[in-house]
């Protein structure tokens, strides 16, 4: 008998584990979200948004301006937290939140990179993190016009959304789909908010779109918030190109911005913002901060 004791409380110390590493893996969820599937119906992909409402949502009966927000995975919660923290310690005005996830099945930068930017690069050595499928490119403008003739209808259908104010919200190849829009239907939003886009990408396309736009334009309808951060530039003895590895990010997006501006499109807004000691991982918090108050701190109803 004693040894049948012996055994067994090895036996039951490894259930007690395992109970308890289960309850330890319970999920947490973000107060006040929903997801919902959406079939893209020109691409042939599925895809979710997020939603997140404020908190006084189901009792305020109000219409919210809406925060569409690329790279959902990282973005989303984020997004979230500093809107709802603007709003209780800042005065901010109270959002929806909309999550733009990448689609279902493939890898994140798979998926990012085909969708969110505006050619196939004439040169390339980036590799496939889908084992069995070539990277691919381009379809900025496709995916640009899925969030406008699909996300947008059901987000207006289903939330008291006010889709008179928009808000888009990118950081890096994100910020190039902000660009994409911008340049193709500039009142698809009322606000942008671009942080460290990739203006390097495919030898500076972006530069090209821009004067392009600019040969067959008289005005530019946006509001847009530019960040980046301060360590985003050419290390030292490096010689500036348009390419990644040897990218001045601020100088480009300095030289873009002056582009945009020297066109004095009259109803065109647009601000510069660079954060001293901010990286290209660490800047995005700070663009969303300041680009969420460029907008709607003056907005309060």
Excluded at 105 to 131: C, K, L, W
Excluded at 158 to 180: C, P, T
Excluded at 251 to 272: G, I, V
Aim: hydrophobic share 40%.
């Amino acid at each position: 008998m004693k040894n049948i004791r012996w055994k067994l409380r090895p036996l039951l110390f490894a259930l007690c584990c395992l109970a308890g590493s289960a309850h330890a893996r319970e999920s947490y969820v973000l107060d006040n979200t929903e997801v919902r599937d959406i079939r893209a119906q020109a691409l042939k992909r599925d895809y979710q948004v997020y939603v997140a409402l404020p908190d006084a949502y189901r009792e305020s009966g109000k219409s919210y301006p809406v925060l569409f927000v690329a790279d959902a995975n990282y973005a989303f919660p984020l997004a979230r937290s500093i809107a709802s923290r603007l709003h209780k310690h800042a005065g901010m005005e109270q959002v929806i939140v909309v999550g733009l996830s990448y689609a279902k099945g493939d890898a994140p930068n798979f998926s990012r990179r085909r969708d969110y930017t505006p050619s196939v690069p004439r040169r390339h050595t980036y590799r496939s993190d889908m084992p069995g499928r070539a990277p691919a490119f381009g379809e900025a403008a496709a995916y640009g016009r899925f969030i406008t003739s699909e996300v947008f209808p059901m987000i207006a259908r289903e939330y008291r959304a006010d889709m008179r104010r928009k808000i888009f919200v990118g950081h890096s190849y994100g910020s190039l789909l902000g660009l994409q829009l911008l340049l193709s239907a500039p009142r698809s939003f009322e606000h942008y908010i671009l942080g460290s886009p990739s203006l390097w990408y495919d030898a500076g396309m972006m530069f090209e779109r821009e004067l392009a736009y600019a040969a067959r334009h008289k005005d530019l309808p946006a509001s847009v918030f530019f960040g980046i951060g301060g360590l985003e530039k050419l290390a030292p003895g490096k010689k500036r190109s348009r390419s990644e590895e040897d990218a001045d990010m601020v100088a480009d997006l300095r030289e873009f911005d002056a582009s945009l501006t020297s066109h004095r499109y009259p109803n065109l807004k647009t601000r510069l913002r660079v954060f001293e000691d901010e990286d290209h991982a660490s800047v995005f918090p700070l663009v969303l901060t300041h680009g969420l108050r460029a907008y709607l701190a003056s907005s309060r109803k």
